[in-house]
């Protein structure tokens, strides 16, 4: 199967979990082609039989590039399965809704979404914490330090494992 593994990354979280994915898939002896969504093609996604599209989450959007990329593609594959990284402590079922009408328009299935913490490592933690209501920021401190380090290897080795569950 010929995939391509598209994904925005500014703090190298989500390039980590595309890695994993690669890594995966090429276990499986698959066609992978990995990405940054910056230096896609948008009319080349036809020519794909799988997407897989990943993006860090910032203040409840996908990355700059991930969103541009959509805007601009034409056509899509048959397939396509969405991952994000997220600094939060809930996941964000929707971040990818924008999307549904173009996905309606290609004949395009939704076959999957991984989403995994990654730690903010652009931020200092003090400056993270501020961000929180004077009441939450001792909580907020603890999340914070909580996650440091991810994505770590069960969240990659988990990422490797749904990319391959999607072969299935």
């Excluded at 990943?54 to 590039?65: E, F, L, M, Q, Y």
């Amino acid at each position: 199967m010929k995939i391509l593994i598209a994904y925005h990354s500014d703090t190298g979280n989500t390039e980590k979990v595309a890695i994993a994915m690669k890594e995966g898939l090429d276990e499986e002896g698959q066609d992978v082609t990995l990405q940054h969504t910056k230096d896609c093609d948008p009319s080349s996604l036809k020519s794909y039989d799988l997407i897989l599209l990943g993006t860090r989450i910032v203040g409840g959007s996908p990355g700059k590039s991930a969103q541009n990329l959509i805007r601009k593609v034409t056509e899509l594959p048959p397939k396509i399965a969405f991952f994000y990284t997220h600094g939060q402590n809930r996941p964000y079922p929707k971040v990818f809704k924008r999307l549904e009408k173009k996905l309606e328009q290609n004949n395009t299935k939704v076959i999957g979404t991984f989403e995994c913490i990654g730690a903010n490592t652009e931020w200092p933690v003090e400056q993270q914490v501020q961000m929180a209501p004077p009441e939450k920021r001792e909580q907020a401190r603890k999340y914070i330090e909580s996650i440091k380090g991810r994505p770590n290897e069960e969240d990659l080795q988990k990422a490797k494992d749904f990319a391959k569950s999607l072969l299935k």
